[in-house]
């Protein structure tokens, strides 16, 4: 039987753009717990992985990165943008990288006495369910579509047309929902630290 004391839990923690998952995650931090950032791991991997970038040459071209072998984001950004077949391809080359990568992050939190880790990401509807089911766990961090509207127009400065449309292009916030044991509302109301402590001590008991 499981020592249940020297098992890890793995809580995927993701929502829709402007739900406020990284607000989540930065009281939980506070709170003491490691939480592994995805599209920042994602970032540093896409440069710092030979192999990553050898693949994404070959899937994009050279113009993926520059000649100080930058990552040139807003390239690659506007290549795939309109091509689902190369976002696909990038994503299978990315996702497996990051998931590698959170492997050996979250066993290194076990060997220090972690008990339960995070793993933020807004692309758990879209990766591969063998990725996915390496959650224990997944909570779903919830908001309005006028709320989250309104955080991504004060975060970008993006006009609203521009931004309802960027958001038209991500999963509907039900994709993020069907995924989630947990959810926690972040209407930015005075309760957010009130329902993590509520998850936190579920998830404890589990």
């Not at 993701?14 to 003491?32: C, D, E, F, M, Q």
């Not at 961090?141 to 309104?150: D, G, L």
Request: hydrophobic share 45%; charged share 25%; with cysteine.
């Amino acid at each position: 039987m499981e020592n249940r004391s020297l098992r890890l839990l793995k809580i995927g923690l993701t929502g829709p753009i402007g739900s406020g998952k990284s607000y989540v995650s930065n009281i939980l931090r506070a709170k003491g717990y490691s939480v592994y950032d995805s599209d920042s791991a994602a970032k540093r991997l896409v440069e710092s992985s030979e192999r990553v970038r050898v693949a994404v040459v070959k899937l994009l071209g050279e113009g993926a990165y520059d000649g100080q072998g930058a990552y040139q984001r807003s390239w690659v950004a506007a290549k795939v943008f309109s091509d689902r077949a190369l976002l696909e391809g990038l994503n299978a080359i990315v996702h497996p990288a990051v998931f590698a990568d959170f492997a050996a992050w979250a066993l290194l939190r076990q060997r220090e006495g972690a008990r339960i880790v995070f793993f933020e990401s807004a692309l758990l509807p879209s990766v591969r369910r063998d990725y996915l089911q390496a959650m224990d766990y997944v909570v779903c961090v919830r908001a309005s579509a006028e709320c989250r509207t309104q955080r991504v127009m004060a975060r970008s400065g993006m006009a609203r047309e521009k931004v309802l449309s960027y958001m038209a292009n991500q999963p509907d916030a039900s994709a993020f929902e069907s995924l989630a044991n947990f959810t926690v509302r972040n209407e930015g109301g005075d309760d957010l630290e009130e329902q993590i402590d509520g998850l936190i001590n579920r998830l404890q008991q589990l």
